[in-house]
């Protein structure tokens, strides 16, 4: 579950990291899959999190940043309940991915150069290429898939989120 | 069972009973993405409804004797059509089904009769298809790698088994020695299915002839280019086969590790490999003693970062060993000296399936389609501005004519009806290739003739482009991808594909002058000269591809600052016909500026200085009013 308990909680959060190096047996070899489950848990690579890891690994803070920061995946800064994605692969690309991101971002007001939204409800961004060309353009939505997307149903989507946070 | 005589059968005498029969639905991320998950469920609703029995898993040794089975299957390629249901025997395949066409079906499969409506039918005759035997998208394809993917459940390793399943491993490891499986591979002419076109059997005799215990065999599916997802279906669809390939290297070479090194946007991909990874160890294929040889193999299914150039052989190794994905410079080949600087043989996932099949059926029958020098057949993601998008596979040396127009059905207008005129250009080969042309229908496609044309096969990806495509749009989109994923060792590359990507926007902005194009292109053969690995030598590709192909495009937007297809923003100049214009309002409501003006009834204008140029007008006045962009 992604809750913001670990952030909270700093004994809470280096347990969880320690269970990871551990599962790893803290091999510097490892330092990817270390990376990718820390920020499942955080959704982020806290800083604090990347020292730590480093000194546990007993390999140079520099060396787990340079990777930390060589990989698109990795996020170092804290992202969104939901992560919408829109895939901008040559396919997509074609069938007009651009506007539907501008409707995205111009329904959530993100000001140009912010992905995430104030309320760190919603972090706005590109992929490559998702790989579900044959149903272009495509957009995700942490999980969820939907294709065929079209700027008003882009819309749509966000806007079906919002309801559905405000009623609960 | 003969399909056909059985659909006959079905459709005039007695139905076939429930228990013969079996319904597979399309699990592949597309058919999932559209709802395959919700159609599932209505079948096991239904049935319960209709009292009947469902097994939800085929047994060990077939079907189930009573009730009716259903199982999902991988990525069957027509994705667009999904969620795809088919009913086994007969072999009827329904298209678009939603959770409220589950009734139908399972009255139909009671009756032993048809649901018509939901078949796929012919857009011009009207005429109804009932499965893959029929339809023109299946029956023009000569399908080995994905044969498998679209109708067993990838997820039960006993119906891999039952469909000769680690057959050619088997083979591989208790009846053929390294230097047979080696001959085997060299005498098919495989050549590597993720790109460079490399004879595998040359890699794998290389790798086999290094001393040492310890040797790698690494799968590459880091299938990063953007249009592409061959590789994702193979994974998703049939995981055991890309094990089998795996097993069959590991033995040919020496190695007792494999690795499958998997993009982490292919979060399915990942979920089925590591399964069918344990199914495999649970019946003893791999681990300390694979089968009862006393020899250990692993495999091990490692997640990538999201970083393109970890594609390339040594950036790969890099990755795994857990740093940055840079590439190093080759020799020494990772086949001499690999990861942890052991021998190691990296191959794409359809390498490896393709070379199962050569060792299962002979190299003799592997070389049977294909050309000389590029046997076999290749899959292709088919995708853009055509009516059937998906996965195909094909003999190479079969034409782009068939592919795209008989296959894919024809190239589709901006309104995305068909239309015989619309055809443009075929991307091909992702960011690393060029443009295919209608001069260049009916290229053969394979390596080397790819290649004499300025393109590539790559990975698969065939982008299929309409009139309404700017091609220098198309150019920047590629650039402004390996400007992004270029890794920054060496400078032409790093530096080279911003300078690149600067030009094209200059372009595309109205900037450039006579001087841009010469620069562009100096430019471009300097990056592909001055880089070590295949992202910055072929990093120009499009753009160079495109200039040959489309260079009055290209100075259409140098010289008269205008984009013939009116996709470049800051070069559009949109106006409203006042011939055309009867007032409606519809560009109006859908401004989202508010820049245009106008009364009811009356030619409505745009007003230049808040317009935005995002085209919203265009797209929404239905009398074709709206020009210039």
């Known amino acids: ?13 280096f347990a969880r990291v320690c269970e990871i190096l551990e599962q790893h047996e803290r091999k510097p070899s490892r330092l990817i899959p270390i990376l990718q489950a820390v920020q499942e848990e955080y959704r982020y690579l806290p800083e604090e999190v990347l020292t730590y890891v480093a000194t546990s690994l007993q390999v140079p803070p520099s060396k787990v940043f340079g990777v930390a920061t060589f990989y698109s995946h ?40 912010k992905t995430t939204t104030q309320d760190m409800f919603f972090t706005v961004e590109t992929v490559a290429c998702l790989g579900a060309c044959g149903l272009a353009p495509v957009l995700v939505v942490n999980e969820e898939i939907h294709g065929q997307v079209a700027p008003q149903s882009a819309k749509k989507i966000v806007e079906d989120i919002l309801a559905q946070e405000a009623s609960r | 069972m003969n399909p056909e005589s059985t659909r006959n059968q079905t459709s005039k005498a007695a139905p076939a009973p429930v228990t013969a029969r079996r319904v597979i639905i399309c699990a592949g991320t597309g058919c999932v993405a559209n709802g395959a998950w919700k159609v599932m469920k209505a079948f096991e609703e239904q049935s319960a409804k209709a009292g009947i029995t469902l097994h939800l898993q085929m047994k060990p040794e077939g079907q189930a004797p009573d009730g009716l089975t259903l199982t999902k299957s991988g990525c069957q390629g027509f994705c667009q059509k999904g969620p795809l249901v088919t009913v086994m025997p007969e ?19 009671v009756e032993g009769t048809v649901v018509e409506r939901l078949l796929c039918t012919d857009p011009t005759t009207k005429a109804h298809f009932s499965g893959q035997k029929e339809i023109p998208f299946y029956t023009r394809q000569q399908r080995f790698v994905l044969k498998e993917c679209g109708f067993i459940d990838p997820e039960d390793i006993h119906e891999y088994l039952r469909h000769d399943g680690y057959k050619a491993a088997r083979k591989a490891w208790l009846e053929m020695t390294p230097e047979q499986l080696c001959e085997e591979l060299l005498a098919s002419g495989l050549r590597g299915r993720g790109g460079g076109g490399f004879p595998t059997g040359r890699k794998w005799d290389l790798a086999r002839k290094q001393p040492g215990d310890k040797k790698y065999v690494i799968c590459n599916a880091d299938e990063g280019d953007p249009g592409a997802f061959m590789n994702r279906s193979v994974m998703e669809g049939n995981p055991h086969s890309v094990i089998e390939g795996l097993m069959v290297a590991a033995r040919a070479i020496g190695a007792d590790a494999t690795l499958v090194y998997v993009r982490t946007e292919y979060p399915l991909a990942v979920q089925r490999m590591r399964k069918a990874v344990e199914d495999a160890e649970k019946m003893g294929l791999l681990g300390p003693d694979a089968f009862g040889t006393g020899r250990p193999l692993t495999c091990e299914v490692m997640e990538g970062a999201g970083a393109f150039v970890c594609g390339e052989e040594t950036a790969m190794i890099n990755s795994i060993q857990g740093g940055r994905g840079m590439p190093s410079p080759k020799p020494p080949f990772p086949a001499q000296r690999g990861l942890w600087g052991k021998p190691t043989i990296i191959n794409n996932v359809e390498t490896l399936v393709h070379a199962v ?14 050309s000389e020098k590029s046997p076999g057949t290749k899959t292709f993601a088919l995708t853009g501005h055509v009516v059937n998008t998906g996965l195909i596979e094909v003999p190479f040396g079969t034409t782009l004519r068939e592919v795209v127009l008989n296959i894919g059905g024809g190239v589709t207008n901006e309104q995305g009806k068909p239309d015989p005129k619309a055809f443009k250009a075929v991307q091909i080969g992702g960011p690393s290739g060029g443009c295919l042309t209608t001069e260049h229908l009916d290229l053969p496609l394979d390596f080397d003739s790819l290649r004499s044309a300025g393109a590539m096969v790559g990975s698969g990806g065939l982008v299929v482009m309409n009139q309404k495509t700017c091609m220098v749009s198309i150019a920047r989109f590629f650039m402004d991808f390996t400007q992004r994923e270029s890794c920054g060792k060496c400078v032409l590359c790093r530096e080279g594909t911003r300078q690149m990507l600067a030009l094209l926007d200059d372009v595309i902005e109205g900037r450039a002058d006579a001087n841009t194009l010469v620069l562009l292109e100096k430019l471009g053969h300097a990056v592909a000269k001055g880089s070590l690995c295949g992202l910055g030598k072929t990093a120009p590709n499009p753009v160079l591809s495109t200039l040959r192909h489309f260079r009055g495009e290209y100075e259409a937007h140098v010289f008269d600052k205008r984009c013939p297809t009116g996709q470049c923003k800051a070069l559009a100049k949109p106006s409203i016909d006042p011939e055309k214009c009867r007032g409606c309002g519809l560009c109006l409501k859908a401004c989202p500026v508010g820049a245009i003006k106008g009364e ?30």
């Not at chain 1, 913001?4 to 809470?12: E, G, K, L, Q, Y």
């Not at chain 1, 997509?92 to 991915?97: D, E, P, R, T, W």
């Not at chain 2, 072999?91 to 499969?109: M, N």
């Open chain 2, 357 to 370: 099949r050569i060792i299962k059926e002979g190299a003799a029958s592997f070389r049977k389609l294909g």
């Open chain 1, 74 to 113: 990795f996020a170092l800064e804290p992202k969104g309940k939901f992560v919408v994605r829109l895939c901008d692969g040559t396919a997509c690309h074609v069938k007009g991915s651009l506007p539907i991101l501008d409707a995205v971002r111009d329904r959530l007001g993100l000001e140009p150069g």
């Open chain 2, 91 to 109: 072999d009827t395949l329904y298209t678009h089904v939603k959770p409220d066409d589950v009734p139908e079906i399972v009255k139909a499969i």
């Open chain 2, 600 to 629: 009811r009834k009356v030619a409505h204008v745009i007003d230049e200085a808040l317009c935005i140029k995002c085209g919203a007008c265009a797209t929404a006045c239905k009398l074709g009013a709206v020009q210039g962009i």
């Open chain 1, 1 to 13: 579950m992604h809750t913001n308990d670990h952030v909270s909680s700093p004994a809470r959060k």
